[in-house]
């Protein structure tokens, strides 16, 4: 393929010559390699994201605005690609996960539940007891007046900060 411009290709490919993907392709992907190598330090992970990038691209390029440069706007695909593969490498608790106040050793006396519990606000401890006990989170959405949304987030949160102690004292 001749020497075409960002400009040019992207109108080529626009006019239905998709081959000229492969000279964008080709032109940048040196460069988001070598960027997102350095942020991940995986090869496999890098070629992976790098790919996702591109395929991102050419689901985008219809309402790419050809008066604007390619290379920033790669990057900005980069970037969210990037914050993407991060929240999935997050550990996380589901919304509707199985309360547990207890060690999973069943020998545990009642004074070290207390321990666990005494890292979380009453509040917590209250909507946590409501919920073991069988209520919905709609009920104790209602009884403490807060959205359900609202609710779940706490809950949530003192789950993590239990597991955490959990983790930490193991």
């Known amino acids: 393929m001749e020497t075409l411009s960002d400009k040019d290709a992207i109108l080529k ?11 964008l392709v080709d032109r940048y992907t040196a460069m988001i390699f070598n960027f997102v190598i350095f942020k991940l330090k995986n ?3 890098a070629e992976d994201l790098v790919q ?4 991102s691209f050419y689901k985008a390029i219809e309402r790419f605005d050809v008066g604007k440069p390619v290379k920033p706007y790669l990057f900005q695909i980069v970037s969210n690609e990037l914050k993407m593969f991060y929240r999935s490498k997050k550990s996380s608790l589901p919304l509707k996960e199985e309360i547990y106040l207890v060690a999973d050793d ?3 006396d009642v004074k070290d539940e207390e321990d666990y519990l005494r890292f979380i606000t009453d509040r917590e401890k209250q909507m946590l007891l409501m919920l073991g006990e069988g209520y919905s989170y709609v009920e104790v959405a209602v009884k403490f007046k807060k959205p359900l949304n609202t609710i779940k ?3 949530r949160r003192a789950r993590l900060k239990l597991n955490k ?3 930490y004292e193991k």
């Open 153 to 155: 987030s706490i809950v």
């Open 52 to 55: 996702n990038v591109f395929i």
């Open 106 to 108: 069943k020998e545990q």
């Open 165 to 167: 102690r959990r983790r």
């Open 13 to 23: 490919i626009k006019n239905g010559e998709i081959d000229y993907f492969s000279l």
């Open 43 to 45: 090869k496999e992970d």
